[in-house]
């Protein structure tokens, strides 16, 4: 299982995007809650569904519609014990003629009976096998869940809950989204209640079939107000190995991670889980992600989707990056904590060496790039630039303020659990940040392309350097890439002392302080920012070194100081006349020239760095 093949598989869940476009005719009711009941036997391609929304009016209804496959038979619609009419048109809607009038802000409830063979072109719900063994599963992402049950599948209207009833003979089990209520046996047949209790899209809810066995862990940080809670694991019987189950393991520090950076698993009431399914990447669905395998990026990826994603979805496709970006960043933050610094600057390494892999390309996606499924779906904008400009707010906010930020936006009570925008994150970020970051957003999230940095650092007297910085851009759309810049300063020995500067300019200069005289620089040693082609370099090293060397006060009439930079140490001072003549060493970096006769006087300096030579003049 590599990123490519997970990239892959999202991509495929999203394969009727084209297709579809939001149905207007859906958008005058909100659902408050659904309840699903399905009966699946995984050796027929078959679904027998009964279906229970209730919805609330957002304007006077007579009838109400729903997204639905026109391929799958409605035998009855009722609401208690009275028939509706309805009618299965070919816009693949479910159109149903309310008993009375329901006015605005009133509620309703109405049961849909119906079964048959779903559609198979959207791949949305799936018979396969492992093992020789049937399985049915779904994957609706984005558009899909119409093919097997009446909903409303847009991207404004999430259902505030939903219990789901999988019904199947008892060689099977079903899995569903939330915590398991119970579990019943009859005349050979196994129905399993399950109920999730937080506000869910249609896309999001998912249904598995198969001879499953578990295999359960605990997970959380585990306080008194905040206890562990189950992770849920449904595997095939011939993979439930030690081998698997110590991959699973991993869920466990990866849950730790992002708690402490991101706050509390959005479900701890329920549970998290992975379900096993015949897909090569996985499906974040809420609380339950179904998974083709079990690598730790991929868990991590799948995990961290269920803050950024599921908790907080973005509200249209042009917006990918809220989901995609930041789960694939969440892996990486996986790899930074759990492996360590090296590793994870490989990863940020290997990220900025596919986005700088062609000259353009922009986080945000245009509208019609918003109709391009394989421009939505990405890996190098949508996955890779994405997670490395997540990391790069990070970077010019500083740890503290850019976490606080990330939990401000979950917890914020008009997104969490809803949808969101690139501005609605961009308002939280800079209202810690306590600055504008629109130049940040329009450089790196809206427009294209990456900058070229050419550095140059030379010693600057005592116990400073000066950097001169230029740049150039691979894309016109931006003039100048605004950020700081980490820069590493060594000397002879191989000590190093990093500074960062605020680059707003082309050739701009800063002089800094450090503690030795430099003799190599090199741009970003840490990978904070994307770039290519970079080039840093040291100016005219033996004249900074030997700039250096301050002698003090000069001139004088009685002693004399020389300083060296820290790194730098003196062996000898020998002093010559202005003829040349040789009048005496010195060995400490003071002495006295009180009995010198008034001139010029010219010092060789030998140092653990060389020899340097300088003036003095005797008043």
Not at 59 to 73: A, G, K, R
Not at 128 to 136: D, G, T
Not at 208 to 217: A, D, E, K, M, R
């Amino acid at each position: 299982m590599t990123f490519d093949k997970m990239v892959e598989s999202e991509m495929k869940s999203a394969a009727s995007l084209q297709a579809f476009t939001v149905n207007p005719n859906t958008q005058n009711y909100d659902v408050t809650h659904t309840e699903l009941k399905f009966i699946i036997d995984p050796t027929q391609y078959f679904i027998t569904g009964i279906v229970t929304p209730t919805f609330k009016a957002l304007s006077p209804m007579s009838t109400v519609t729903f997204d639905f496959t026109n391929q799958l038979t409605v035998s009855t619609v009722t609401q208690g014990a009275t028939p509706l009419s309805f009618v299965q048109n070919a816009d693949n809607e479910l159109v149903v003629t309310l008993p009375s009038l329901l006015s605005t802000g009133n509620s309703a409830s109405i049961t849909i009976n119906y079964s048959g063979a779903p559609p198979t072109g959207e791949a949305a719900f799936t018979r396969a096998f492992h093992n020789l063994i049937p399985i049915i599963f779904t994957l609706s992402e984005p558009f899909g869940a119409r093919d097997w049950w009446p909903c409303k599948q847009d991207l404004n209207d999430k259902i505030d809950s939903i219990d789901v009833y999988i019904t199947c003979p008892s060689a099977y089990i079903g899995v569903s989204n939330g915590f398991l209520q119970s579990s019943t046996l009859n005349n050979g047949m196994i129905t399993r209640h399950f109920k999730h209790n937080y506000p869910i899209p249609a896309y999001l809810i998912s249904l598995n079939v198969t001879n499953y066995v578990s295999y359960n862990l605990q997970a959380g940080l585990g306080t008194t107000e905040n206890p562990y809670f189950p992770i849920i694991n449904y595997l095939y019987p011939e993979n439930s190995t030690p081998a698997t189950q110590n991959l699973i393991n991993a869920t466990i520090p990866v849950m730790n991670v992002f708690e402490s950076k991101f706050g509390l698993y959005p479900y701890r009431s329920e549970q998290y889980g992975h379900v096993q399914f015949p897909w090569n990447g996985g499906m974040e669905h809420t609380t339950m992600s179904s998974m083709g395998s079990f690598p730790r990026f991929l868990i991590a990826h799948e995990l961290g989707h269920q803050w950024f994603g599921d908790k907080i979805t973005c509200g249209s496709w042009n917006d990918i990056w809220l989901n995609e970006g930041f789960a694939e960043y969440s892996a990486g933050i996986v790899v930074e904590n759990l492996d360590g610094p090296n590793n994870f600057l490989n990863w940020k390494s290997s990220k900025i060496n596919n986005i700088t892999s062609f000259a353009n390309g922009a986080v945000y996606l245009t509208d019609p790039e918003a109709q391009d499924v394989a421009r939505i779906f990405s890996s190098r904008l949508t996955y890779n630039k994405g997670s490395m400009v997540v990391h790069m707010l990070r970077w010019v906010m500083g740890d503290a303020n850019f976490f606080t930020a990330i939990q401000n936006y979950l917890n914020d009570e008009d997104l969490a659990f809803g949808y969101a925008v690139t501005t609605d994150l961009k308002t939280h970020l800079e209202t810690v940040h306590g600055s504008s970051l629109s130049e940040f957003f329009n450089d790196w999230i809206y427009e294209e392309g990456y900058p070229s940095y050419s550095i140059t650092a030379q010693n600057w007297g005592m116990g400073q350097a000066k950097i001169t910085v230029n740049q150039t851009q691979s894309h016109p759309s931006v003039s100048f890439f605004e950020m700081p810049l980490e820069i590493r300063l060594q000397n002879a020995l191989g000590a190093s002392h990093d500074v960062v500067v605020q680059n707003t300019e082309n050739a701009q200069e800063f002089i800094v302080n450090v503690p030795f005289v430099v003799t190599n620089v090199i741009f970003d040693p840490n990978k904070h920012i994307i770039s290519k082609n970079n080039t840093a370099t040291l100016s005219s090293p033996e004249f900074e070194i030997a700039d250096g060397i301050s002698i003090f006060p000069n001139p004088s009439n009685n002693t004399v100081k020389l300083e060296l930079q820290n790194q730098n140490r003196l062996q000898k001072i020998e002093i010559f006349n202005a003829l040349g003549q040789f009048i005496t060493t010195e060995y400490q970096p003071d002495f006295s020239i009180s009995n010198f006769a008034q001139g010029v006087y010219s010092l060789k300096i030998s140092t653990s760095e060389g020899v340097f030579h300088k003036k003095i003049i005797k008043n």
